[in-house]
């Protein structure tokens, strides 16, 4: 598998401390079926994160991992604020895209609602990154306008869903957006978002399973993350039908 969103650099952001912590979720990622892991700490006005500080660490913890023999490979990233993203230049907002190629993983405001979510993505569309909105399923405006989703992937954005919200881990109302965004094909990526390896950890394959999207899990969680990187079309959707179940228990 390989994590388009995974905040494993240490002492960058509200990721891992210090390089134990970073060594610990690699080899968490490892046992759980990842081998690559994009880095992609904030970059919001709470952590200025830079590209320069995103290479350089990405470069420490691969020798690192090399040293320690955990097979995993780390790729530089970013998961830039809409908020902050919008008073980037073009050739600042090329600097955080993942790995190297054309796509930002971008995140819209969490806890507050913001009319404006659709003309900033514009904006930052209209500076040469294809966008990759981060969990919109945990985002407010995406609550409040149910169809905004629909509206940014027909404008050319992609979206993350993180594995555990499927799950359940960060309530029903999010959990259920995330849902219903799989199931009406608006979402291209599964991934961890993990920020250390025991809480909010790796893990893709088994958290699809129990979500009962075993059948997208080769999809979001290898073959759209390996185009993305490549810069290559994303390959079609297979087919796939929502479980009767879980149908009868959105009517709840
Ligand atoms: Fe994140």
Same mark, same amino acid.
């Given at each position: 598998?390989?994590?388009?969103?995974?905040?494993?650099?240490?002492?960058?952001?509200?990721?891992?401390?210090?390089?134990?912590?970073?060594?610990?979720?690699?080899?968490?990622? %490892?046992?759980?079926?990842?081998?690559?892991?994009?880095?992609?700490?904030? /970059?919001?006005?709470?952590?200025?994160?830079?590209?320069?500080?995103?290479?350089?660490?990405? $470069?420490?913890? +691969? $020798?690192?991992?090399?040293?320690?023999?955990?097979?995993?490979?780390?790729?530089?990233?970013?998961?830039?604020?809409?908020?902050?993203?919008?008073?980037?230049?073009?050739?600042?907002?090329?600097?955080?895209?993942?790995?190297?190629?054309?796509?930002? *993983?971008?995140? $819209?405001?969490?806890?507050?609602?913001?009319?404006?979510?659709?003309?900033?993505?514009?904006?930052?569309?209209?500076?040469?990154?294809?966008? *990759?909105?981060?969990?919109?399923?945990?985002?407010?405006?995406?609550?409040?306008?149910?169809?905004?989703?629909?509206?940014? %992937?027909?404008?050319?954005?992609?979206?993350? /869903?993180?594995? +555990?919200?499927?799950?359940?881990?960060?309530?029903?109302? %999010?959990?259920?957006?995330?849902?219903?965004?799989?199931?009406?094909?608006?979402?291209?990526?599964?991934?961890?978002?993990?920020?250390?390896?025991?809480?909010?950890?790796?893990?893709?394959?088994?958290?699809?399973?129990?979500?009962?999207?075993?059948?997208?899990?080769?999809?979001?969680?290898?073959?759209?993350?390996?185009?993305? *990187?490549?810069?290559?079309?994303?390959?079609?959707?297979?087919?796939?039908?929502?479980?009767?179940?879980?149908?009868?228990?959105?009517?709840?």
């Amino acid at each position: 598998m390989i994590d388009l969103h995974c905040h494993i650099l240490p002492g960058v952001d509200d990721g891992p401390a210090d390089l134990e912590g970073s060594l610990a979720m690699a080899r968490e990622h %490892v046992a759980r079926g990842t081998r690559t892991v994009i880095a992609t700490p904030h /970059v919001s006005w709470d952590y200025p994160t830079t590209a320069d500080e995103i290479t350089t660490g990405v $470069a420490a913890l +691969n $020798a690192a991992l090399r040293e320690e023999g955990i097979e995993l490979e780390v790729l530089a990233g970013a998961e830039v604020a809409l908020t902050r993203a919008v008073d980037l230049t073009a050739k600042q907002l090329a600097g955080f895209r993942l790995g190297d190629g054309p796509w930002l *993983l971008l995140e $819209a405001p969490i806890s507050v609602d913001s009319p404006g979510v659709e003309g900033l993505v514009g904006i930052v569309q209209s500076r040469g990154v294809r966008v *990759l909105l981060a969990h919109p399923e945990r985002c407010a405006s995406f609550h409040t306008d149910p169809d905004l989703l629909a509206r940014l %992937v027909a404008g050319g954005c992609r979206a993350q /869903v993180t594995a +555990n919200a499927l799950t359940g881990f960060f309530g029903r109302t %999010v959990q259920a957006s995330a849902r219903r965004y799989v199931d009406a094909g608006l979402v291209h990526v599964v991934s961890s978002d993990s920020h250390d390896a025991t809480h909010r950890s790796p893990g893709l394959i088994h958290e699809m399973e129990e979500a009962g999207y075993a059948p997208l899990t080769e999809w979001m969680g290898e073959q759209v993350p390996r185009s993305m *990187l490549a810069g290559i079309p994303i390959p079609p959707r297979p087919p796939f039908q929502p479980a009767p179940e879980r149908r009868r228990w959105f009517r709840r």
